[in-house]
């Protein structure tokens, strides 16, 4: 028979660390709150009868936010067999508020007792068979980063499955007796499997929890009864007395059972006081991100991408497969599809995947480490200033990879309008696949000694691009309202587990080359016979004469983007066509500079992009492709979140307009302030523009009705 477990517990508790354990699976493992939104699945590795779900983080189980709600649904409403509540045991007076929720709903519990190994680095001791006698649950010290004791675990939660639950009594004895006179006085609930569970969600006037159990106007009564007394007796509402007793049971447990050894600082603390420090905190940031690029982009990127770019794809691949398809007699078109289109389109985009895995590998380091976490929360302590929370730069952080799971992750910000505002500007930062063009410009265009700090930049941009936006928005009536309290347990620093940063970054590489052989494969074919099929809908091996399909729509759209500085139709249409996923773009470059240059070599797409771009233009082109909308997938996943097409739209038009006016701002005034050209009617433009948004900054705030309702109230 199959047993069906839960691993519950709050955010950053190791709940995902666990569930990787025990089922082998390879889920997400975010050093921050939030990334399990939805629930997981998986059996477990040494039995498959036995099966995990992974549950959101949360710290309670009120019906405040998403994970909440996600969480508490699932055990309710499935009822699971067991559930192992995972415990952080370096915090755990912190993580026991749960569990005494946990032991409510009426099913077994056994709580694994997780980061053991932590504990015991800072000299701490906790007696688990005092806490669990006085809980009443049985308790398992492990460590799942460790792999410690997750054997014993598993035991324990299979034979306390079979056993009758026993619920935690976390109150005081007055308020014991007047929860089960609920459960006693009123017949609905007393039927109920779960009668303390809405014995109390009555007495908290939780209303989502209890509209499950109707109950008759007289039972209605006897609960009002109850409970307008008690709230008499205690000078507090309902919810307010269960919190204050929880808390109380729990402060006193604890005393009884965990004993603190610290002496001074950890570690982790030490380097907290560097890392996060009020002053120094950004500038560290900043030269690491830094540090990183340059790795990518200078050390891997130059000799390794022009090694895989000219030898592998261009002389072993494209030169081998060319003499091999011309020998066997194949036609020339066909040998153009495979050799400038296939390989010249893919291969131009595999050659840079070495620079995309070297930025994975560090992220996912970082992450690992727990430096990552600290951001949102350095990030929290300086935008909080502007109004924004630093909730919304963990969605934003996670885009750096990709900007789908960076859109998903929005679901944890619980103010609609924040939330919103995340999901319009996450896709801001340069994913793997925006990575591509830097990559490629950096190849092309900014090739001298200290032409790899383009890269970093365009990381900066997109964060500068996020507080703007940020910034602007709070200011309309709309957006407006303080950002909500941003809590987060900083997790200890811990060396980074190989396998974890080795998975992460395989993850994303495997992503990464599965959409080259497919989505961008593709692509790369339709452009090529769209250079191929003249406007007269004749096959033609242009070698790069014009007159093509492809070339025509880009000269359609030049004009469009001629006051952006990028007016050629190559860069016009592959704008249009990096829509599809935005390795595209240089995928578009890649099947053009071959077909243009009629050799297999494939950094025929570098000396092609070195030909039409300048840096001015090279930089509008980059900031306009990084801000615009991003690929469909991303719009997709915006549709989704946003649940509404009218702010779908709404999305789209400002990342289109926001990047238009960026991009000619930047190529308008660097071509008369750098390149000491003229100015022209365009110049103009840009600075009504410039204008526009200096405005939009540092205008007074306009205060939304609600806010205006409740000072008015405040005053009276
Ligand atoms: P979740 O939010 O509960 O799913 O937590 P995660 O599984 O994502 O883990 C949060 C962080 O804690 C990660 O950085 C893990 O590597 C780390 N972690 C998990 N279990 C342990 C443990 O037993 N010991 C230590 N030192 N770190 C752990
Ligand atoms: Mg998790």
Request: a negative charge.
């Amino acid at each position: 028979m199959s047993i069906r477990i839960a691993l519950a517990g709050n955010p950053n508790s190791g709940k995902t660390t666990l569930f990787n354990t025990l089922t082998g699976s390879n889920q997400y493992v975010g050093n921050w709150p939030g990334v399990t939104v939805e629930k997981k699945e998986g059996a477990y590795r040494k039995d498959k009868e036995i099966k995990f779900t992974d549950l959101p983080g949360i710290y309670s189980l009120s019906p405040y936010t998403l994970e909440e709600v996600v969480s508490r649904e699932y055990l309710i409403n499935e009822k699971p067999d067991v559930i192992i509540d995972v415990v952080d045991a370096s915090n755990i007076e912190r993580n026991l508020y749960l569990t005494t929720q946990l032991s409510e709903i009426g099913i077994p519990m056994v709580i694994a007792l997780n980061m053991m190994d932590v504990v015991r680095k800072n000299g701490d001791f906790i007696d688990t068979e005092k806490l669990s006698a006085e809980l009443g649950v049985p308790v398992v010290e492990i460590s799942a980063l460790r792999n410690d004791n997750i054997e014993k675990l598993i035991e324990t939660a299979v034979k306390t499955s079979k056993e009758l639950c026993r619920c935690i009594e976390s109150f005081d004895d007055k308020l014991e007796t007047i929860i089960t006179n609920i459960e006693d006085n009123v017949p609905s609930i007393a039927a109920s499997n779960d009668k303390r569970w809405y014995a109390i969600k009555f007495f908290e006037k939780d209303e989502k929890a209890t509209e499950k159990i109707e109950i008759s106007v007289v039972e209605r009564n006897t609960i009002n009864d109850i409970i307008n007394k008690a709230e008499v007796e205690y000078d507090d509402d309902g919810e307010g007395i269960i919190t204050d007793a929880r808390y109380n049971y729990i402060a006193s447990l604890v005393s009884r059972t965990v004993k603190k050894g610290r002496k001074g600082l950890t570690a982790s603390d030490k380097a907290d006081r560097i890392l996060t420090n009020r002053i120094l905190a950004i500038p560290i940031f900043a030269a690491i991100i830094t540090f990183i690029y340059y790795v990518a982009v200078s050390v891997v990127g130059g000799p390794v991408t022009d090694w895989v770019n000219d030898v592998f794809f261009g002389e072993i691949i494209g030169g081998n497969v060319q003499s091999f398809l011309e020998g066997a007699g194949v036609a020339n078109w066909l040998v153009s599809l495979v050799v400038d289109g296939i390989i010249g389109g893919v291969g131009g985009v595999l050659g840079f995947l070495p620079i995309i895995a070297t930025l994975y590998l560090f992220m996912a380091i970082l992450e690992d480490i727990g430096y990552m976490a600290r951001i949102a929360f350095i990030l929290d302590k300086i935008f909080r200033r502007f109004g924004l929370s630093g909730k919304s730069f963990i969605p934003i952080l996670i885009g750096t990879g990709c900007s789908v799971p960076g859109i998903m992750a929005t679901r944890t910000i619980e103010n609609e309008n924040d939330r919103k505002m995340t999901i319009i500007v996450a896709s801001f930062m340069p994913c793997g696949a925006k990575t591509e063009i830097i990559a490629l410009f950096t190849a092309a265009i900014f090739v001298g000694r200290h032409g790899w700090i383009f890269a970093p930049l365009c990381y900066f941009i997109g964060i500068l691009a996020v507080i703007i936006t940020g910034v602007m928005l709070k200011k309309t009536k709309r957006f407006s309202g303080d950002p909500a309290p941003f809590v987060m347990e900083l997790p200890e620093y811990h060396i980074p587990t190989v396998i974890n940063v080795l998975k992460t970054t395989w993850e994303r590489v495997r992503a990464f080359v599965i959409k080259a052989g497919t989505v961008i494969l593709l692509a790369t074919i339709v452009i090529w016979f769209l250079q191929n099929i003249s406007t007269s809908f004749e096959f033609v091996e242009f070698s790069g004469e014009s007159n093509s399909i492809l070339e025509s729509i880009g000269k359609t759209l030049a004009p469009i983007f001629a006051p952006l500085g990028f007016g050629h139709w190559a860069s016009a249409v592959s704008t249009i066509t990096g829509l599809v996923a935005k390795e595209v773009v240089v995928g578009t470059f890649g099947v053009v500079g071959g077909i243009a240059e009629a050799t297999p070599d494939s950094s025929d797409m570098i000396a092609y992009a070195a030909s039409i771009f300048t840096p001015l233009t090279a930089l509008s082109f980059m900031i306009f492709n990084q801000l615009c909308v991003p690929c469909f997938a991303a719009i997709g996943a915006i549709r989704e979140e946003m649940n509404d097409a009218k702010w779908t739209w709404f999305a789209i038009a400002y990342q289109i307009g926001f990047a238009y006016a960026v991009s000619m701002i930047v190529y308008q005034f660097g071509n008369v302030l750098y390149l000491k050209n003229a100015p022209t009617i365009w110049t103009g433009v840009a600075a009504v523009l410039l204008l526009f948004i200096v405005y939009m900054l540092f205008r007074k705030p306009k205060i939304s009705n609600s806010e205006v309702k409740s000072a008015v109230e405040s005053n009276q």
